[in-house]
């Protein structure tokens, strides 16, 4: 290309030559052209919704990006439902509106009241299907949700014969109305759809209590791995503990009264049908 016909091309592409409208708009072609360098990138994201999971926040910089897909991939006991559960408590806790497609049958509304999610913010759908599952995600992003969690279930049927294009237009409506959309699968289903993904594996129990008392099973703690983020592949890891505390303070209490009945039985002679008859169950130490 010659130096006129760049000179005529920059010329077009700045609407330059070109008589305009009373408006003020330019009546050429070269008014609706703009420099690729122009363009917004898809990595940059218009703000994010922080989850209170300071792990998966860090992780994300921030936050679940608002605009885009994001992909939490894990098996049973991974903790990809806590993850989803703490992202609509953050959002119905604050006064917004979220949507739960909820394939799987996961949710418990009391645990999630119980975990922070305002019910009376919360629309739950429970398709039959995937792909009635993944057009309810579409409509409850297009009717301008700012969060949509779809949850596909321990094992969805008939996911292979999904095209790509659907997981493209669902990325493309949570742009499009800058919304926040999670999507938690057993395995990698949104191919390059998604702007984050990512992993959560190696569920470990974590217990309390050492020596000779009694090991209580306090939680779990699962490894989240950000397997992409944009167009990069970091591969972070970070640790995910979980717990529930009501349920451990009550294990606590039964604990302690048990081994104070056990100690009554020693040392002061009981009989075991007074200790029996108390209603206590005795932990055996792991």
Known sequence: MGAPQALALEQFLEGRGFVKKPAGLLAGPGAKLLRASELPSPGQTRGSLATGLLVLDRLLAGGLPKGALVEVVGRRLSGRFSIALAALAAATSSGQAAALVDLGDHLDPQAAEKAGVELEHL??????????????????????????VADLGLAPRHTRFLPDAAWLRLARSAQAQDAAFLLLTPYRLSGIAAE??????????????????????????SRLTLEKYGRLTPGTTASLPLSVPEALSWLSAAAFA??????????????????????????DPA
Not at 128 to 142: D, F, I, N
């Open 123 to 148: 629309l739950r759908v429970r398709p039959r299907r995937v792909k009635e599952a993944l057009a309810s995600a579409e409509m409850l992003l297009a009717a301008g949700f700012p969060l949509v």
């Open 196 to 221: 984050a993904v990512l992993s959560a594996e190696g569920a470990r129990p974590i217990w309390q209590g050492s020596g000779r008392t009694p090991r209580l099973l306090a939680g779990i703690s």
């Open 258 to 283: 048990s081994r104070t009945a056990a100690e009554r039985v020693q040392y002061e002679g009981l009989p075991d049908s007074q200790t029996q008859d108390s209603g206590l169950s005795t932990l």
